[in-house]
């Protein structure tokens, strides 16, 4: 005879809650493992003489609930071989309990499913709320902080003791305050029901929390959640709305490219500086345009920013392999061809140039070090630093020349050449120049200030100040950065 697994589910309750039917295959059965004996069912059935056999020692010896769900499983088959049982769970079998689902998945033996009522409807009753309005049915020990939906009631289950209480709550307090009002819930729509409302902080310190606990969060107001994306959307939205700003529904892609460029520069201030909370700022600053361009996408019918995110998201993984697949890489330089290649694919064409790709409105200098560093992929290149060095004291020659003929077409040119040059040799040595020439201009601005410093605390006025006198100031600038 083929053997087989019956799972019953035991309910939320006390015995008064579990269905006739449930009662008497529980009363006659020859076997029954339990999970769980930690049940007021299952306490009432040993007084009749009904015997458990229960998997609480595995709680125990593992540190994981996955290792005790796997462990059960595993020998459930295994006496499963041998004769047909009956498998004993709280509430209902297909309500948050992984070991039925593992039962479920594997192949070697038969596994019926019967019933068993749902705590969710008492639970639904004791509370006062429709799941309609929005609900979300959470494993305490076992969920991810950014999938959680505060818009709507959030009832997190399975949680045992103090410890997953704890965790919870530590997860809730990264978006939600401390004193937020959650409701403790214990054996949900039996007598021994308890309901208690406390503030988020004390969540952990119930002593009489249990496996018949459930903890339910309340739906958040829009102002808690000012840290979320979607709630940012649903404000760029307003904004650009019907009863939004004039001035933000005025915006399109063309008037909104300063603002993007002044923003970015910020942000390399904030970080040039070490500031964090300037970093924090700008960063929000740079999202603000990307939001808004987005909207105005979205307002147009051309695309929104969840096509924005779809097209990155899927950018990251493809240009990821050595993450994402099954793809080894040995170094940074071998990281670095694959992005290249992939980035080609694409574009599903070859560019017409190897200079393609290079945004047009990238400041000149830095423009320069781009062209080079594609040219020299090909091999376009020096073969030594001495050589480019001999060339920038050629291009200075020939500059000093045009300056001599006053010709100011060809000074210009020239001038241009030696810049070229200039940013053809910090690539050599693997330095920016944009970030190089723009570190001297921060110094130039702090050496100088400190000048109009030193000469207003004399009594000078800078416009009337020698060349001496700025000049010494100026060193004692210099000698003080160390």
Known sequence: MTKKIEVIGLGAGDLNQLPLGIYKTLKKADRIMARTTDHPVIAS??????????YDEMYQEEEQFIDVYERIVDDLLKKAEDESLIYAVPGHPMLAEKTVQLLLEQKKVGVSVIGGQSYLDDLFTSLKIDPIE???FVDGTDFRRDELNYRGHLIFCQV????VASEVKLALLEDLPFDYEVTIIEAAGSESEVIRTVPLEELDHQLEISNLTSVYVPPASKDILNHTFPRL?????????PNGCDWDKAQTHESLKEFLLEEAYELIDAIDDQDDEGMVEELGDVLLQVMLHSQIGADEGYFSVDDVIESITKKMIHRHPHVFSNTSVRSIEEINKNWEKLKKEEKGHERESVLDGIPKQLPSLHKAFKLQKKAAKVGFDWDRSEDIWEKLTEEVEEVKEAIQTENKSEIIKEFGDILFVIANLTRFYNVNPELALEMTNKKFVSRFSYIEKKLKEAGKDINQATLEDMNYYWDEAKGKEG
């Open 45 to 54: 059935l040993q007084e009749e003489g009904v015997h458990f056999e229960s």
């Open 134 to 136: 929005g609900f979300q």
């Open 160 to 163: 045992y003791d103090r410890f």
């Open 233 to 241: 959307k649903e404000v760029i939205e307003c904004l650009r709305g």
